[in-house]
């Protein structure tokens, strides 16, 4: 029955001339890019990029960001602000150049200390739904990453288990992105600031509320269905 109601869809996307959604959806606040090693120093060209994949605005205020090696604790940072819905948000910096992707922020700000750079022992960067100056070593994130090699650390995830490995180091000049789904984290070889391809923008419900009622037309019914 599924598969007869994704044909449906399918046929009345393209008869409607209607590209289905490619980007990958997600529902809350994310990480969703960053950028930690400059072909050069990295001192002030450092950025971190977020997404609200909710329907709503989010006051920042409540939120901050950790990394580290050893801990999220070693680095924190306050947001502020607002960030709508579906908005990346950037912040860093304040440097901006070819060299980090020519970022445009929302926040410009020096990130210091500098995000770790990963090698063979993992690095990680999280966001924390509680204010910085509460964070500490055993603080649990909202969502985070892992970069690098081995997390001989034991950074943690948002259950508070030690996090796997989610992303390899990044090469100089290039960026770390959240695809969402299965697709995870990615090596981003052209770090795209500001923008990506995660979307909260659900199939259209009246197209597909229409091929719901082409079952009855087209005499699909669950009697027939056969296990």
């Known amino acids: 029955m599924k598969t007869a109601f994704t044909v449906i869809c399918t046929i009345l996307f393209i008869s409607a001339g209607i590209v289905p959604v490619q980007a990958a959806s997600v529902d809350t606040l994310v990480l969703s890019e960053i950028f930690y090693d400059r072909s050069g120093v990295?001192?002030?060209y450092e950025w971190i990029e977020l997404f609200n994949g909710t329907s709503g605005v989010i006051d920042l205020s409540g939120w901050s960001i950790g990394w580290g090696g050893t801990a999220y604790s070693n680095g924190t940072f306050q947001l502020n602000g607002t960030i709508g819905p579906a908005e990346y948000l950037?912040?860093?910096?304040?440097?901006?150049?070819?060299s980090n992707?020519?970022?445009i922020y929302s926040l410009a700000v020096d990130i210091n200390p500098d995000l770790q750079n990963s090698g063979t022992i993992a690095d990680g960067v999280a966001l924390f739904h509680n204010p910085a100056s509460s964070i500490t070593t055993t603080s649990i994130p909202f969502f985070s990453v892992v970069y690098g090699g081995s997390n001989s650390s034991g950074l943690i995830d948002h259950t508070g288990a030690v996090s796997a490995v989610d992303v390899g180091d990044a090469p100089e000049g290039q960026s770390i992105e959240f695809l969402s789904g299965l697709d995870g984290w990615a090596?981003?070889?052209s770090p795209n600031p500001g923008s990506g391809s995660?979307?909260?923008?659900p199939i259209p419900p009246a197209v597909c509320l229409l091929?719901?009622?082409?079952?009855?037309?087209?005499?699909?019914?669950?009697?027939m269905i056969k296990v």
Not at 90 to 98: K, Q, T, W
């Open 90 to 98: 950037v912040f860093g910096g304040p440097s901006s150049d070819l």
């Open 187 to 189: 090596i981003n070889p």
């Open 42 to 44: 990295d001192d002030r």
């Open 101 to 103: 992707g020519n970022p």
């Open 211 to 223: 091929g719901s009622g082409l079952f009855s037309l087209f005499g699909f019914r669950r009697k």
């Open 198 to 201: 995660l979307s909260t923008v």
